[in-house]
């Protein structure tokens, strides 16, 4: 028994020796094992997630530690930032550059909410659309000032001219139903005595309008951010997004809008009413009429170089006549001053910006070629249209009967001017409107593919958020001192 124990106590005793042994090789061995692992780490790449700024900003700013400095604005930004600044300056330009007409009595509340989604959809998709209407609204308007001051109602203003094309006067006469009028019919009413001249002034008309000041103030700051936004990232070298681009050409054309709707006002809901002692056959002499009494003046529908309609022989039948209110849609023609070289400037500009991301890098070649494409099919079909339309329009007009003539037969000029004197005096409005045959064979397939050319762009826009450089995410951090959603 004595030589068993002193044996099990040896053997105790080496076994003991013997892990503490691999217990100090262990110790002794843990810092070359972590640095081979950390020279492993740094030749495969780090951990994205431990490179992430949310990470470090997570481990730096936990519950337990108090930061006693100034901490700065980080210099960078995400996906969820290009969106939300691009949509929301889109969605603020749209709304607030909306000047709709004044709507029927009997509309009701989901009408013209439901009328006003539809041509801010419009502002967004082809706001090219909305600044065509808003510059012959403007002419119209420009005209009506000429005409009441020429008969010496030197108070009539471009602000009391837009708010009666906008169905902002009802005409009652002794008999039949109220109906709305435009400038145009205003005019001959008061210069031919039937109504009165209705003196309403520039800031009680203005006192209608629903848009106030805070509205303006915020839409113009968010404009000016994006603007500056993408000038800076330009200069700077930093990479622009396609939804940056495509937001910055609808502010831009929404801008020009806005500068032809400058005194047009916003959101009014009630005309004022005019009232007659005469009866409608004693102003119209019973003529016909299709939208209103007054047609034979000036028709309050879309003009007929615009409108396919009767061209295709296809009946304009309106829902209830006379109608109740102006139609949105309305484009008037006759244009006055140098509006149309204006449109075609505006026009030219808002799809020049798209040909600006030529050099942008894309997800994949095709794209990028796609996009080159359908950019320049942009810029060239809305050149070649207003080469078409002035073509059609002189030829309506006779103009290109007078070149000739001052070239070659100046004899012949002041006869040819003569008659087209009468025919304009003789000639029934529409037809001297109606589209010229090869206009409309011309440019609608050039609309066709104007509009797939735009639909592509729109949706590289959002397809390219997937894919886009690194320096995309990088921030101006200069342009934060800008006030902006």
């Given at each position: 028994m004595r030589s068993i124990v002193p044996t099990a106590r040896y053997h105790g005793t080496q076994r003991a020796r013997k892990w503490q042994t691999q217990l100090l090789l262990g110790l002794s061995l843990f810092p070359i094992i972590c640095q081979s692992q950390e020279?492993?780490?740094?030749?495969?790449?780090?951990?994205?997630?431990?490179?992430?700024?949310?990470?470090?900003?997570?481990?730096?700013?936990?519950?337990?530690?108090?930061?006693?400095?100034?901490?700065?604005?980080?210099?960078?930004?995400?996906?969820?930032?290009?969106?939300?600044?691009?949509?929301?300056?889109?969605?603020?330009?749209?709304?607030?550059?909306?000047?709709?007409?004044?709507?029927?009595?009997?509309?009701?509340?989901?009408?013209?909410?439901?009328?006003?989604?539809?041509?801010?959809?419009?502002?967004?998709?082809?706001p090219e659309f909305p600044l065509t209407y808003a510059a012959g609204q403007w002419s119209r308007a420009k005209q009506s000032v000429v005409s009441f001051k020429a008969y010496n109602y030197k108070d009539w203003h471009m602000r009391q001219a837009f708010f009666a094309d906008m169905g902002g006067f009802v005409f009652h006469a002794r008999d039949g139903e109220p109906f709305p009028i435009n400038a145009t019919q205003l005019h001959w009413l008061v210069v031919n005595k039937f109504v009165e001249y209705p003196a309403i002034t520039r800031k009680e008309i203005w006192d209608k309008s629903k848009q106030d000041t805070f509205t303006k103030v915020v839409t113009a700051f968010q404009i000016s951010y994006l603007?500056?936004?993408?000038?800076?990232?330009?200069?700077?070298?930093?990479?622009?997004?396609?939804?940056?681009?495509?937001?910055l050409a609808i502010v831009v054309c929404s801008l020009m809008t806005s500068c032809f709707w400058l005194h047009k006002p916003a959101d009014v809901q009630t005309p004022i009413h005019i009232h007659s002692s005469h009866s409608l056959a004693e102003i119209t002499l019973n003529r016909d009429w299709s939208l209103t009494p007054l047609d034979f003046i000036d028709e309050n529908g879309p003009g007929y170089s615009v409108n396919v309609q009767p061209?295709?022989?296809?009946?304009?039948?309106?829902?209830?006549?006379?109608?109740?209110?102006?139609?949105?849609?309305?484009?008037?023609?006759?244009?006055?001053?140098?509006?149309?070289?204006?449109?075609?400037?505006?026009?030219?500009?808002?799809t020049?910006?798209?040909?600006?991301?030529?050099?942008?890098?894309?997800?994949?070649?095709?794209?990028?070629?796609?996009?080159h494409i359908c950019s320049l099919l942009l810029f060239g079909i809305t050149a070649a249209f207003w080469i078409f339309e002035t073509a059609a329009s002189w030829t309506r007009l006779g103009r290109w009967r007078t070149i000739y003539l001052f070239v070659f037969n100046r004899k012949a000029l002041a006869e040819h001017k003569i008659h087209l004197a009468r025919r304009s005096a003789t000639m029934k409005r529409k037809s001297e409107q109606l589209p010229v045959p090869w206009e409309f064979a011309t440019i609608t397939p050039l609309a066709i593919i104007y509009g797939v050319a735009r639909f592509y762009l729109i949706a590289e826009a959002f397809a390219e958020l997937r894919n886009v450089p690194g320096t995309a995410y990088l921030n101006v951090q200069w342009t934060d001192f800008i006030p902006h959603i």
């Open positions: 020279t492993k780490s740094n030749a495969t790449g780090p951990d994205p997630s431990t490179c992430a700024p949310d990470a470090n900003l997570q481990s730096t700013f936990s519950s337990s530690t108090r930061i006693r400095h100034w901490v700065n604005q980080p210099d960078y930004r995400g996906t969820f930032d290009i969106l939300w600044t691009s949509i929301v300056t889109i969605f603020i330009s749209t709304y607030s550059m909306l000047c709709l007409n004044v709507p029927a009595p009997k509309d009701s509340f989901s009408t013209r909410f439901r009328r006003r989604l539809l041509w801010m959809a419009l502002g967004i998709l082809g603007i500056i936004q993408c000038i800076a990232r330009a200069i700077q070298g930093l990479a622009i997004t396609t939804l940056e681009l495509n937001a061209f295709m022989k296809m009946p304009v039948i309106p829902p209830e006549r006379p109608i109740q209110r102006i139609p949105n849609d309305r484009f008037p023609t006759n244009p006055y001053g140098i509006q149309e070289y204006f449109l075609c400037f505006a026009t030219l500009l808002f020049a910006i798209h040909v600006a991301g030529w050099s942008f890098e894309f997800p994949s070649r095709i794209e990028r070629l796609l996009w």
